[in-house]
């Protein structure tokens, strides 16, 4: 069994089909008969919209775009303050004035980008971030469009192992009826 704290944080709980809904709605316990042939979601939530506003994620991304004689220029840095990201999946558009396919390459952490010709869409991913990745390019631009005045809005994905960002944690870990105090993991 594993106790949680901080379980009013939490919304849209989904627990795995083995969890005993019953005792994890009165007791806040996630009771469980282990599966030792695989690794296993026990649960998957969302944190309360109102408590959203107070959780700093652990990545910082500085996204640079720089439009100038019919070219647009960028620069993005994706770093991790502490542990490390999987799976981080950054997304972002074109400019419409866009005239051939962009040039891009990566650095730093291992990574891949693509663009999509239909979309439009340039998707940068990182398997796992350890400390920092970089994704540089050079778009060429129509040379009688107005030049875009910001940069895109950029669609972020990740996640975070081993680092609690929503505020809920587990308080103890009872296996073979031993209680097992743990530092605290969360998702």
Known sequence: ??????????EECK???????????TEQVIRFLPDTEHVIELCNFKVLRSVMAS?????????HFMFEDGLCNFELKIA??????ENVDITFPMPDSLVALPSFHTGGDVSSAVFGQTTKLLRWQIKRLERQA?????VPLHPLAPLPTTGPLLKLKFEVVGLNVSGVTV???EAASEAQPRSPLSR
């Open 1 to 10: 069994s594993m106790w949680l704290e901080k379980l009013f944080l939490v």
């Open 15 to 25: 627990l795995h089909p083995r969890v005993d809904p019953q005792a994890f709605r």
């Open 55 to 63: 959780i700093t994620p652990p990545l910082q991304i500085s996204p």
């Open 80 to 85: 991790i303050a502490q542990g490390h990201a």
């Open 134 to 138: 970089v994704l540089r390019g050079t």
């Open 171 to 173: 308080a103890a870990v």
